[in-house]
């Protein structure tokens, strides 16, 4: 059976960790190790139909990056290197997104929103909304009808609820990206 791949930028590092703690919850045998996007190419990501993958917030909202005013490469050089003709089509994605609430109440995990964005326009299926309950902030572009897109974390301000969050969305998306990992492709 084909693993579920889970693909992060980060900046820290926090978002890897993040990231390994995902993986341990749904094993080894069903979850590929987690990769930062600044060392992979395109084809590794393109090659799994199940996919989770993670983003930390920077600059106002943007694709985290160069321009966002991260150091290092990130989602937006990533996403760069894409093919031009790129289709996510029959791929589900389950997203997770970083922000600090307190910090950026004005602007909380928004980078999330526009990743989700981006491969919605490229035809992956995205899963894994997650509600606002428990978070206290003015705006965020993460959010669809009153959810936001994918898991919040707030590990600054909220760290000591990042794993019972990381229980009950591991718990809502393993089965629907197992599921898209056994249902035959169309060649």
Known sequence: ?????????TE?????????????????????????VNRIEPAQLLAHDALILGTPSYGVGQ?????????E????????????D???RGKRIALFGL???????????????????????????IIGGWPTEGYTFEQSAALVEGRFVGLVIDQRTQGMLTDA???????????????????????
């Open 73 to 84: 490469s990130n989602w937006e050089e990533f996403l760069a290197k894409m093919p031009a």
């Open 99 to 125: 922000g600090a609430q307190e910090r950026y109440a004005e602007r909380f995990a928004s980078s999330l929103r526009r990743l989700h964005d981006v491969l919605q326009g490229w035809g992956a299926e």
């Open 12 to 36: 820290t590092g926090t978002t890897r960790l993040v990231a390994k703690k995902i993986q341990a919850r749904l094993g080894e045998a069903i979850a590929a190790k987690p990769l930062n």
């Open 165 to 187: 969050r990381l229980d009950a969305w591991v718990d809502q998306v393993r089965p629907l990206l197992l599921e898209r990992l056994q249902q035959p492709q169309a060649a």
């Open 1 to 9: 059976m084909q693993q579920i791949g889970i693909f992060f930028g």
């Open 63 to 71: 694709i985290p990056g160069h321009s966002a005013g991260c150091l």
């Open 86 to 88: 790129v289709s996510l």
